[in-house]
C-alpha cells in the first residue's frame, strides 16, 4: 500500500516541480532577458527571447504527458491521442520559427527607430500563416500540388483583377527597399502636401499634417512623384529670418545686435543647436530700409518656428532699446487744385 502510494506521489512531485521551473524560466527569467536585451540593442537576443514566449510550458507539458502517460491511461486512449501530440509539437516549432523571424523584423524596426511598417508587419504575418497552414496540410496527409496548381492556374487572373492593388504593394516595397523615407520622416510631396509620415501599408502611406490631418496616398503616387525629405540626411535644418531695419540704421551695430540674439535664443529656445554660430547676411537696400537675412539652426524641422517666433521677438525688442528704427511705409497724397 505504503510503495503504490510512492509510485504515485513521486511522479506527481516530479510534475509539480517540472511545471514550476518552466513558469519560472517562461514568465520571469525570459522576460528579464528580453528586457536586458532591449535595453542593451540586442536584437537577436531579444527576437528570441520574446518567440521563445509559451515554448518551455508547453514543451514541458509534452515530455510530462510522455513519460508519465502510461501511469494514468490506458494504452489504447495513448494511441490514440499520439497523433495530436505529434502535431501540436510540429506547430509549435512552426510557429516559434514564424515568431523568430517577425520578431527579427519588428526588434530591427523599431531599435534603428524606423517606426511601425504596417507593410512589412502584415507581409510576415501572411507569410507566417500561410506556413502554419501548410504545414497542417501536411500533417493531415493533403498534397500541396493540386492547391499549387489551382494558384498558378489562377494567378495570371488574380493579377489582372488586382492590377491597382498590386501596383501599389510592390511600389509600397520599392519605397521600404530604397529607404526614400521612413515613418517618422518629415516630407513634402511635389503636389504641396507636407507632414510626418507615420505608416506604410499595403496600398497607401500616411502622413500627418501638422493640424493633425491624416494624408493618404497611393504608393504608387509615392514613386512617381518628386519627394523631399526634411529628415535626411539628418534632421537639422537651417533656420532663414529676414528682417529689415531703417537706411539711416548703423549695420555693423545692428549685425552685433542680431548675431547676439540669435545666440541667445539657440542657447535658451527648444529645438535650437546651441552649438551652431548664427551668421547675419545683408541682401536688399529699396526704399522702404536695408533687409537682411539671419540664419538660425534647429534640430528639426517643426523646430523653425519656435525659433523664428522667439528671434523675432526678442531682436523687435532690443532693436527698440538700443533705438533703431525699423522700416516704415511712407505714403504721399497729392491734393489737385
Known amino acids: 500500500m505504503i510503495a503504490n502510494e510512492i509510485n504515485v506521489f513521486v511522479p506527481v512531485i516530479f510534475v509539480g516541480i517540472a511545471l514550476v521551473i518552466s513558469i519560472t524560466v517562461d514568465w520571469i527569467v525570459r522576460r ?20 521563445l514566449g509559451g515554448q518551455f510550458t508547453f514543451w514541458t507539458l509534452f ?20 497523433p495530436l501530440l505529434d502535431l501540436a509539437g510540429i506547430m509549435a516549432i512552426t510557429i516559434l520559427i514564424v515568431r523568430l523571424i517577425t520578431n527579427l523584423v519588428d526588434s530591427y524596426l523599431r531599435h534603428r527607430q524606423i517606426g511601425n511598417i504596417s507593410l512589412i508587419q502584415n507581409l510576415l504575418r501572411g507569410l507566417g500563416a500561410l506556413a502554419v497552414g501548410g504545414t497542417l496540410l501536411i500533417s493531415y496527409g493533403v ?41 517618422g520622416d518629415y516630407i513634402r510631396l511635389a503636389s504641396g502636401e507636407e507632414g510626418f509620415v507615420t505608416d506604410i501599408r499595403w496600398s497607401d502611406t500616411y502622413i500627418r499634417q501638422l493640424a493633425n490631418n491624416i494624408i493618404i496616398i497611393p504608393n504608387a503616387q509615392m ?27 548703423d549695420l555693423a551695430h545692428t549685425e552685433a545686435i542680431a548675431l547676439e540674439v540669435a545666440r541667445e535664443v539657440l542657447t535658451t529656445t527648444t529645438g535650437g543647436v ?32 519656435l525659433l523664428r517666433h522667439e528671434f523675432i521677438k526678442r531682436f523687435h525688442t532690443r532693436l527698440q532699446h538700443e533705438g533703431i528704427a525699423t522700416p516704415t511705409h511712407m505714403v504721399r497724397l497729392f491734393a489737385e487744385t
Open 32 to 51: 528579464r532577458i528580453q528586457r536586458w536585451a532591449d535595453a542593451r540593442e540586442r536584437i537577436v537576443i531579444e527576437a528570441v527571447a520574446i518567440a
Open 63 to 82: 515530455l510530462i504527458f510522455q513519460q508519465v502517460a502510461n501511469r494514468f491511461l490506458a494504452e489504447s486512449t495513448i494511441t490514440a491521442i499520439q
Open 143 to 183: 498534397p500541396l500540388s493540386p492547391v499549387l496548381t489551382v494558384i498558378a492556374g489562377s494567378s495570371l487572373g488574380l493579377t489582372l483583377a488586382l492590377r491597382e492593388p498590386l501596383a501599389n504593394f510592390f511600389a509600397g516595397v520599392q519605397i521600404i527597399v530604397s529607404n526614400r523615407v521612413k515613418p
Open 223 to 249: 514613386i512617381t512623384q518628386i519627394v523631399t525629405n526634411f529628415s535626411r540626411p539628418e534632421p537639422e535644418l537651417a533656420v532663414l529670418v529676414d528682417v529689415a531695419v531703417s537706411a539711416d540704421a
Open 274 to 305: 546651441t552649438t551652431f554660430e548664427p551668421l547675419v547676411r545683408f541682401n536688399a537696400v529699396d526704399a522702404t530700409g536695408i533687409r537682411f537675412t539671419v540664419v538660425l539652426r534647429g534640430q528639426s524641422f517643426t523646430d523653425q518656428f
